[in-house]
């Protein structure tokens, strides 16, 4: 129970923090469904997500890299039909999204992965779900050092509470969050995996706008 009304409490903080009008979309796999907060304040990576999951292209795709402590990767079309073992993170829709940088990398975000780039801009359809770990005061002291940031006292609360991965922080476009479901990522995480982090057998999901 006190872990269920921590969770609460931890998308309550971040939904008021956003100021969002709450769009939701449930990703939906044999492990477990996740109901995700799509953020206003990322409105062109919000708009493509709702786009392309209402089009179908996610359905069938694979979490196709996984990594325990860090995050669970998926949405490369070509993940679909792919054959065991085929390597896979290079697929998209052919465009690419403009970085909105600024929301954190706590547990349950939904993050834009990218190929490094000076712009910082996203693939057109793949994604993270942070899954990371709890962090110390000394540890993320130092991050706000390297990375020039300041994190306000519930981001720092959070990130030692639930954890995260910080060192993504003003890198990665983060445009949602897990507010039911958060040991989906768990479970998805310690899934045993082969060559390129892909799991040995596959992760697939199903994405619905609510």
Do not use: W
Not at 3 to 10: E, G, K, N, S, T
Not at 38 to 60: S, V
Not at 176 to 188: A, C, F, N, R
């Amino acid at each position: 129970m006190k872990r269920i009304l921590f969770l609460v409490a931890f998308a309550a903080i971040l939904t008021a923090c956003t100021k969002d009008n709450g769009t939701y979309a449930e990703i939906t796999t044999d492990y477990g469904t996740m109901k995700v907060l799509l953020y206003d304040t990322t409105p062109q990576h919000r708009d493509n997500f709702i786009k392309l999951a209402k089009e179908g292209y996610y359905d069938g795709l694979l979490f196709h890299r996984v990594i325990n402590g860090f995050m669970i990767q998926g949405g490369d079309p070509d993940s679909k039909n792919a054959a065991p073992g085929q390597s896979l993170g290079m697929g998209g829709p052919g465009y690419l999204i403009d970085a909105e940088i600024g929301a954190p990398h706590l547990k349950g975000a939904l993050a834009a992965a990218q190929a490094p780039n000076p712009q910082k801009r996203s693939s057109g359809s793949q994604f993270y779900v942070v899954q990371g770990q709890p962090l110390t005061d000394a540890a993320l002291d130092e991050m706000e050092r390297r990375k020039n940031i300041k994190y306000s006292d519930a981001q720092r609360q959070l990130y030692k509470e639930i954890g995260g991965t910080p060192f993504l922080d003003n890198d990665y476009t983060v445009f949602g969050e897990v507010v039911e479901g958060l040991e989906v990522i768990d479970k998805i995480a310690t899934v045993p995996t082969g060559d390129a982090d892909r799991p040995v057998e596959d992760v697939r999901m199903t994405i619905k706008i609510l």
